[in-house]
């Protein structure tokens, strides 16, 4: 089975932190992705990755960077963390050829 | 921003009966339309999907209905059961590509 694995459950941070999200998968998929979940909002796209070393902005891009400095592994930084980015955040991963999105269970952030 | 639309957002439905989700978008170029489910606590999963080159998909109780002249496809699921008490979610886009996601329907089974 495909695993994709949030490191965080639930994070409590401050205003103005600097704030990691780690996101891993183990079946060799080229693409991944990072998207917020709001209640009466849906899934929101903030960033996806084609490849290693590559990112293209989401729907929602603003107050958020990534890095995937390795195939497995696609991260999602918050420089300085605000009220409004309190939120599930939810990672995915596809492989090219099925199309089919596979989730993590989500990290909830909280910031107060 | 693409959108898509999806209602109601909360459905409730007795044990057995037919639960109907339904979709519109607005990209006319899209040719993937998967539904997604999530249960409390978990990630999304993939439940079904469908190609626009055909207008209906079903696998067990679950059957998606797509009109590719209304940009509209539906999600139907028959003998509802309790265990199918989840948030469903609408997502249309490229094969192989990111996807636009629907604000999600809660749906409640009751016993």
């Known amino acids: 089975d495909v695993k994709v694995t949030q490191s965080s459950r639930y994070l409590v941070k401050r205003t103005g932190e600097k704030v990691f999200l780690e996101c891993v998968q183990d079946?060799?998929?080229?693409?991944m992705f990072w998207y917020r979940q709001d209640p009466g909002l849906g899934l929101r796209l903030i960033y996806f990755s084609y490849d290693v070393k590559m990112k293209e902005k989401g729907d929602i891009p603003e107050g958020y960077s990534v890095s995937r400095e390795k195939k497995e592994r696609f991260s999602l930084i918050l420089e300085s963390a605000s009220t409004n980015q309190t939120s599930m955040y939810l990672c995915a991963s596809m492989a090219s050829y099925t199309g089919e999105l596979f989730f993590g269970e989500g990290s909830r952030l909280t910031v107060l | 921003q693409q959108q898509v639309k999806q209602s109601p957002q909360s459905l409730i439905v007795q044990k057995g009966g037919i639960s109907i989700i339904n979709c519109a978008y607005e990209?006319?170029?899209?040719?993937?339309f998967p539904w997604y489910q999530q249960f409390p606590g978990k990630g999304p999963a993939l439940l079904i999907a469908?190609?626009?080159?055909?207008s209906e998909k079903k696998e067990g109780r679950f059957t998606i209905s797509f009109n590719k002249s209304a940009k509209q496809f539906s999600l139907h699921i028959m003998d509802s059961q309790p265990g199918d008490s989840a948030t469903y979610f609408c997502a249309a886009g490229h094969y192989g590509q990111n996807f636009v996601f629907g604000p999600g329907t809660r749906l409640s089974v009751l016993p």
């Open positions: 990209n006319t170029a899209f040719d993937y």
């Open positions: 469908i190609r626009p080159d055909v």
């Open positions: 079946m060799d998929h080229e693409n």
